[in-house]
């Protein structure tokens, strides 16, 4: 491995949550494991219930993580970019696969076994902190998405998912706040999946949304024309 790629490598690991506190050496020590694999648009990654034997984390593209429901429907948790990682759960306890990823476009991804993660982490006890503060962070996320199908509409949620969405988009802070016009490349059965509602659902409320000016709607892609507004809705 050339010293340019250990050190993107590096990086990568650096900014995930899971080992931003971790000492260089120990980072430098984890990098050297990855490995780089390569998945095509529609390629599965991993299928729930396969065995929970690596952590992903994107180097481009994008994964779509989603379960299904025993009539075969599916729900998508979330969407994960570059810079973001997946399937260290699995990782962490050695249980199959709670979720299937599949690649959503041409997608990189570094990734490091449990085998080797596991004997890296039994040598440098430091890094489980960081291990339980991820761990903490993801429960969070899913007492917050709990709480969001108990109290929330379907209005409301939309509204909260497309803001969510756009925060993640480069700059995409500062461009919501700004309230400039942001786009999301996202279609809307992907959004019906994450909010597990139909697709007709989505389609009318974002019709809706779009009449009042908030949105407008493109084939593969949704533009918060007035994001501040639409924040201001919830």
């Given at each position: ?25 120990d ?30 984390i ?11 429901s025993?009539e ?9 970019g ?153």
């Amino acid at each position: 491995m050339g010293r340019r790629q250990m050190k993107q490598h590096e990086q990568l690991m650096r900014d995930l949550p899971l080992l931003a506190r971790l000492w260089e050496g120990d980072l430098r020590a984890l990098a050297v494991l990855g490995r780089v694999s390569r998945y095509g648009a529609g390629e599965a990654i991993f299928r729930e219930g396969d065995p929970g034997d690596s952590l992903h984390i994107v180097m481009e593209g994008e994964v779509r993580i989603f379960v299904l429901s025993p009539e075969g429907d599916e729900l998508s948790f979330s969407f994960v970019g570059p810079g973001e990682c997946f399937g260290d759960l699995a990782l962490l306890d050695g249980r199959p696969r709670s979720a299937s990823a599949v690649a959503t476009q041409l997608t990189r991804t570094l990734v490091v076994t449990r085998g080797d993660f596991v004997h890296w982490l039994s040598q440098r006890p430091r890094a489980s902190v960081a291990l339980l503060e991820t761990l903490s962070f993801r429960l969070r996320r899913l007492s917050n998405t709990a709480a969001d199908l108990v109290f929330l509409d379907l209005p409301h949620r939309l509204a909260k998912r497309l803001i969510t969405l756009a925060y993640t988009q480069p700059e995409g802070r500062a461009t919501v706040e700004r309230s400039e016009p942001v786009r999301i490349r996202i279609t809307q059965e992907e959004l019906a999946s994450m909010l597990g509602v139909s697709r007709q659902s989505v389609n009318k409320q974002l019709n809706l949304f779009a009449r009042e000016g908030w949105i407008a709607l493109a084939r593969g892609h949704v533009t918060l024309k007035d994001p501040v507004a639409l924040r201001m809705f919830l």
